[in-house]
């Protein structure tokens, strides 16, 4: 099968889903820099939506140049990963409009939460088909990263009942965490040159 | 002729398909958990078109991969299933915003059929190309699963004048019994090393 | 330079182009078979501009499948050819919008007619890098195909000013002429074997 | 690491910046051909931009193609530039909407300006990687042209705060400086040969 295509097809609803986040960049109706500040929160979310979505792609991208395979069930799991992506602008586009209220920031981390899940799936799903003594599966080892950034969604999750403002910070952290690629399996690639 | 291109553009198009989609999930007026109630049936009808345009884009995957050659009569026999496809996100959204009401469901329904019909046309112009003891030729057989598909996509239309839920309820199976990719490409595939 | 590159991003944006039409097909307010009525002007114009860009996809494979190379020039020949097939969307939501008026139909004929220019141009610039005897300047010949749409597009647009159900009927024709695609290139290929 | 995949994701988000421009395109309420003149703003702005987005297309096709390798940072370098010309169509529209009003040409210098900060540093990027005596590094040279843009941006900018059709103008300029590919590299990669 053609990892190629998985990859193309990928790429395409990434670039999608990062660029529809613009649309919603409404224009202000004035014409006035005062006129822009209302766009401020809708802008910060968009910002940090689009640093998200920069992650997946990033690691996606390290995720698939590592696996050998590609399989049905692949397809599917990167499938249920576009998923949860795909609903990232529209909630994005909620928080934002709402000036970060509440129940706006739950649901953002659940997206994020769920996006966490579907990556996990997927690169479980790939190791499976490659082995345990996989490149991959030695390079992600205990994947204690990704287990750190879903316990920090969670929390953020039940903060957000209390205070969205620390939620949004975990964010921003999980965010910054992943902000380089994934080293483990650059370094591997390194070692096994 | 030039496999690639074909592939990559339809790529694009069923990436595009499948995330304007997600502009139909319009952001909640209210900033409460309540708020997103109103959503739930755009939602429902959105992971049922996300999953069907999935399955296309999977099956579309595996019959190009076993196309040996492409010419003129293809490349319209490919657009005619696209521009089927690509009338999915305007009848998910009407039949989303109407809560499932009878005509939008039979509408959804219509779409569907003429897609499955644009796919068999599809692969039997690829198989004709390739000639009737073509790899594909024997890999698909009968096409039974085609043919029940697309008598169940008739039933359904039908019922849907009555009782539009047992017609979701079949656009449900007939998703579930493509969630597999085409294992018979596949077998056959393994079968052919 | 790259060749590839040149046909993604043109593979991209047609993708881009035939879809965001799909957007215009508004969702009806009402739940009933009738209220699909009101859609009937706007769809007939998404089929017509469908086939169109199709059209365009289709011969924009062939043309720069027979380019042996890509300059600066051909880069920003190919951007013109887009840029005014972009148009396309929003003329054709115009004519739609407005039940095919008068103004609307000369307007889109003349996006048509640009088109056909840029397309002209390009391919021009293909055979001037190529020089007069290259394969394509073969497979072209004197184009008449090319030049007779376009003395057509010019009909459609003056009669449009007296009639556009005529000028319709031209566009109609015009396609039809082309929905082949172009075989005088296809047939080059062949010989060439 | 993998150039091309790279490649594709921003071919694949330039190509919606440049298309979902159009969206801004919105149809006029009326059928008359003087309702095409209240566009005339937008239009204009939408030809501007689309040069633009064209001209980063082009250099981004060219600095690529001379890159050797590709790591983490470039990737993020990358996201960084896509990130500043995803907000082109939003102030693209936002000064089309209301006539080119002062604020509106300001921050739409603004963006243009951060752009080409971020093309820049993208470039560093790639040379710091292949080294100072790389194939880019001799190319680019001093980079006087990036320079002067930059300063004609910033004149723009502050110009736009007394009279924003001369900033107009100059965004103009630079764009026509622009519109040839980089014939540094091309240059370059001729001589090399």
Redesign the interface.
């Known amino acids: 099968?053609?990892k190629t295509?998985l990859?193309?097809?990928s790429?395409?609803?990434?670039?999608?889903?990062?660029?529809?986040m613009?649309?919603e960049?409404k224009?202000?109706e004035g014409?006035?820099?005062n006129?822009?500040l209302s766009l401020l929160p809708v802008f910060v979310s968009y910002?940090l939506s689009?640093i998200y979505v920069?992650i997946y792609?990033?690691n996606h991208?390290h995720l698939l140049?590592s696996a050998t395979r590609v399989?049905?069930k692949i397809?599917?799991a990167n499938?249920h990963l576009?998923?949860w992506l795909?609903?990232i602008?529209?909630s994005t586009?909620?928080m934002g409009?709402?000036d970060f209220?509440k129940?706006?920031v739950?649901?953002y981390g659940v997206v994020l939460f769920m996006s966490a899940i579907a990556f996990t799936i997927l690169q479980t799903t790939i190791i499976c088909i490659d082995g345990g003594k996989s490149f991959l599966a030695e390079a992600i080892g205990k994947d204690v990263k990704g287990k750190i950034s879903q316990v920090l969604y969670l929390t953020a999750i039940i903060v957000s009942f209390f205070n969205q403002w620390i939620s949004l910070a975990i964010y921003l952290i999980v965010a910054l965490m992943w902000?380089?690629?994934d080293?483990r399996i650059?370094k591997k690639?390194l070692e096994s040159k």
Do not use: K, Q
């Open positions: 099968m053609n295509r990859e193309a097809f790429d395409g609803v990434l670039a999608i889903i990062i660029t529809i613009v649309l960049l224009v202000p014409e006035n820099f006129d822009l910002i689009f920069g792609w990033n991208h140049h399989n049905g397809l599917w499938l576009l998923f795909s609903l602008p529209a586009a909620w409009e709402h209220a129940a706006t739950t649901v902000l380089v690629p080293s650059e690639i």
